[in-house]
Nanobody, 124 residues
């Protein structure tokens, strides 16, 4: 069992930056693929970024490539999402997720554990 707790959301102006953190419990965190998803009001939850347990494989949604960076610190059981050049369309609740398999996937349904989400609001 893994518990995930996101933090770092907030209100920021367009062009600004935020860094989200996701703290995980459990001794096997280092073996999990970790992902970030987001859900805007009235929309489906969408993939944002994912990172393999070894950090060697990174995936990004096209909409965030070049602006967002996913990283992880296995010693701290934490995954991060650095978000730069934020746009109003980035406004959403951001969720951290863990996939117990060794594959890296963008598919929401493949992730086994989810955090409660953190709100990110980008004003124009």
């Amino acid at each position: 069992q893994v518990q995930l707790v996101e933090s770092g959301g907030g209100l920021v102006q367009a062009g600004g930056s935020l860094r989200l953190s996701c703290a995980a419990s459990g001794r096997t965190f280092s073996r999990y693929t970790m992902g970030w998803f987001r859900q805007a009001p009235g929309k489906e939850r969408d993939f944002v970024a994912a990172i393999s347990w070894s950090k060697s494989t990174l995936y990004y949604a096209d909409s965030v490539k070049g602006r967002f960076t996913i990283s992880r610190d296995n010693a701290k059981n934490t995954v991060y999402l650095q978000m730069n050049s934020l746009k109003p369309e980035d406004t959403a609740v951001y969720y951290c997720a863990a996939d117990a398999s060794l594959r890296v996937t963008t598919l929401l349904g493949r992730y086994d554990y989810w955090g409660q989400g953190t709100q990110v609001t980008v004003s124009s």
